[in-house]
C-alpha cells in the first residue's frame, strides 16, 4: 500500500466501516464507533450506547457526541483480559437494567463478544456451543471463536480458583 500523500487521503484511509454484529433485535455488538456514527445509530432506533473501553478522555467525547445524538450513554471500562466474576456480575447488571435497544462497544467488538457469551452461559444457562452458534450466526469468524474459547476457558479456570479459596 502507497503511503498518503495528502491530508484527505489520510482522512479517507482513516475512515474505518464500523464493525458490527446484530445479535439480536435488541443487541448490537461493535466496534469503535465514530462521530459521524452516533446521529445513524440514534436513527436506527438504539436507545443506549454502553462503551466498553478503559479510556476516560474518549468516553467524555462519546458521552457528549452520543447524548447529542439522543442516546444515553453508559461508560462500563471492564478489562480485555483476566476477567473475574465481579466484572461479568458487573456487565450482567447494566445490561439488565436497561430497555430498549442497545449498542454494546469496544475498540473491535471482541471483548463485548465474550462478555455476552460468558452472560449466556453463566446467568441464562446456555450451552457453550449454543452461545458460539449465535456469535458465528452473527458474523464472527474462526480465529474470533478461537480468541472466545481461549478466554472463556481462562474466565472458568479463574472463577474456579477464586471459589476454592
Not at 77 to 99: C, D, K, R, S
Not at 129 to 141: F, M, P, V
Request: hydrophobic share 40%.
Amino acid at each position: 500500500m502507497k503511503p498518503c500523500t495528502n491530508t484527505v487521503e489520510l482522512a479517507v484511509a482513516q475512515k474505518a466501516d464500523l464493525v458490527r454484529y446484530d445479535i439480536d433485535e435488541r443487541l448490537t455488538l461493535a466496534g469503535q464507533p465514530q462521530p459521524e456514527d452516533w446521529a445513524a445509530l440514534a436513527a436506527e432506533g438504539f436507545a443506549v450506547v454502553i462503551n466498553m473501553r478503559s479510556d476516560p478522555q474518549r468516553a467524555t467525547t462519546q458521552q457528549r457526541s452520543a447524548e447529542a445524538a439522543g442516546l444515553r450513554y453508559i461508560h462500563l471500562p471492564l478489562p480485555v483480559y483476566e476477567l473475574e466474576p465481579e466484572h461479568l456480575e458487573q456487565y450482567h447488571q447494566t445490561l439488565a437494567a436497561e430497555q430498549g435497544r442497545v449498542f454494546l462497544h469496544c475498540r473491535s467488538a471482541t471483548r463485548v463478544a465474550l462478555m455476552w457469551l460468558l452472560d449466556r452461559i453463566v446467568y441464562d444457562g446456555w450451552r457453550r456451543e449454543q452461545a458460539e452458534a449465535t456469535l458465528r450466526a452473527a458474523g464472527y469468524d474462526d480465529d474470533a471463536m478461537e480468541t472466545f474459547a481461549f478466554c472463556t476457558d481462562d474466565y472458568f479456570e479463574r472463577a474456579a480458583a477464586a471459589s476454592n479459596r
